[in-house]
């Protein structure tokens, strides 16, 4: 069964660190596009940065310069350096992507952040 992994999120202070990971189970499917989303308690699921197949990013503008989207296509893992956290961005960050062969849209369980005051 074809499935998005998350990890990396946790509780951390504002202004610090936390490295997000997502990851496509099986070696038989490979991620063509692929994105960040969050979710705050009340509020719709937005996006945060999306990624192609290729490399190329875009960011929502309330993380540019603060969050990095990346990729390794060997692993089959895509990533999300957030650095310079605010309260603001707690939320559950979920892992989103297009997959090959199937060209299905996935979606991880969601991983927490929380960024203390």
């Known amino acids: 069964q074809v499935q998005l992994v998350e990890s990396g999120g946790g509780l951390v202070q504002a202004g610090g660190s936390l490295s997000l990971s997502c990851a496509a189970s099986?070696?038989?499917?490979?991620?063509?596009?692929a994105g960040w989303y969050r979710q705050a308690p009340g509020k719709q699921r937005e996006l945060v940065a999306t990624?192609?197949?290729?490399?190329?990013?875009n960011y929502a503008d309330s993380v540019k310069g603060r969050f990095t989207i990346s990729r390794d296509n060997a692993k089959n893992m895509v990533y999300l350096q957030m650095n310079g956290l605010k309260p603001e961005d707690t939320a559950v960050y979920y892992c989103?992507?297009?997959?090959?062969?199937?060209?299905?849209?996935?979606w991880g369980q969601g991983t927490q952040v929380t960024v203390a005051s």
């Open positions: 989103n992507a297009l997959l090959l062969p199937t060209r299905w849209e996935y």
């Open positions: 099986g070696s038989s499917f490979s991620i063509n596009t």
């Open positions: 990624i192609t197949r290729g490399g190329s990013t």
